[in-house]
């Protein structure tokens, strides 16, 4: 059983029991296959189902995850649970564009297309509402139209969706405020690690000012910060890691992490887990969700969430490691 200070208050919703999500949930991106090779099915039910045994309640998918592949999975172990599994899907763009570029808002959310893929993700689920349904990039620039959130809101009417969220383009997280302060979204994705820690700046305190839950992803940095990855490192053709370690990155990022191998010790004794608590470690973070396609994964990182938090003196010693990725997608 999860101990209470797994535990994080993420919503308030009037009439309704609250919402509170263990510390660590599962984004469910690897298991779709497609971007991320070598998966395998059947394990991933059984990481899914380990993680829920160990007390995580919260899975986040999303439409373009291996082409409904990914909701698919998630659906068939959350259905077959007894607990309570909150879930979380994302709304593609139109486009297809990751991150979301100077377009219109008609060329990545229309009110048909946004129904549509709401529509889509849970029959793939097989539920009849959305814990919460996230658009799945972002440009502060639509935070006005009208489009985007009229078919939010009619979904909420028709008892499809609970909560809205919105996923913020990779390394702009002050790329949602305005639309923040606007009063209708209630959780932000965003990247927040040892390498990224930009959300710091702006994004968290509007966050924690408006009582705005956030869901921290990728906090081993796409496997960089885990220490598994070298100079000589290949992945299949069509893995999305060839385009994320491209050029130089490979060795940069391993030279980081022999840095931080002098850093660990009682606090965090693996590169892992010294990634893993500094995600959590931020006030304004609801819950962090790593991918965990294998059961061999489950357990050390359920083990970070015993609140157990990192010392200042060490935050501090994590600082220099950031660098400034704006605009690199």
């Given at each position: 059983m999860p101990l209470a200070t797994s535990m994080a208050l993420l919503f308030v919703d009037a009439g309704q029991p609250d919402v509170r999500l263990f510390r660590i949930g599962l984004a469910a991106w690897g298991i779709g296959g497609a971007l991320w090779q070598g998966g395998d099915d059947a394990e991933a039910i059984r990481?899914?189902?380990q993680a829920i045994d160990q007390g995580m309640n919260f899975i986040d998918t999303a439409l373009a995850y291996g082409g409904g592949h990914s909701e698919t999975l998630v659906g068939e172990v959350a259905r077959a649970r007894k607990e309570q599994i909150y879930l979380a899907s994302k709304?593609?763009?139109l486009n297809r564009q990751w991150p979301a570029r100077n377009v219109?808002?008609?060329?990545?959310f229309t009110y048909d297309y946004i129904i549509e893929c709401t529509e889509k993700s849970l029959r793939h689920l097989g539920v009849d509402c959305l814990d919460i349904q996230q658009l799945h990039v972002w440009r502060d620039e639509w935070a006005h139209q009208a489009e985007w959130l009229d078919a939010l809101m009619k979904l909420r009417e028709d008892g499809k969706v609970r909560f809205f969220g919105i996923s913020i383009n990779d390394y702009q997280p002050a790329n949602a405020i305005e639309v923040l302060r606007l009063g209708y979204i209630d959780t932000v994705q965003v990247i927040y690690n040892i390498f990224e820690q930009a959300p710091?700046?702006?994004?968290y305190p509007v966050c924690q000012e408006l009582n705005i839950g956030v869901l921290a992803r990728v906090p081993f940095d796409e496997g960089g910060l885990t220490g598994a990855i070298t100079p000589d490192s290949t992945f299949p053709p069509g893995d999305f890691r060839n385009l994320f370690f491209k050029g130089d990155r490979k060795r940069f990022v391993y030279e980081q992490c022999e840095k931080l191998k002098g850093l660990l010790g009682t606090e965090a004794a693996t590169l892992p887990?010294?990634?893993l608590r500094f995600t959590l470690h931020h006030d304004a973070v609801s819950t962090v969700i790593p991918g965990m396609r294998t059961t061999k994964n489950v357990a050390a990182n359920i083990a970070c969430s015993d609140g157990r938090k990192l010392s200042a003196e060490l935050l501090e010693r994590l600082r220099p490691f950031a660098w400034d990725r704006t605009g690199e997608w």
């Open positions: 990481a899914l189902n709304i593609p763009p219109p808002l008609h060329e990545a710091e700046d702006k994004l887990e010294l990634a």
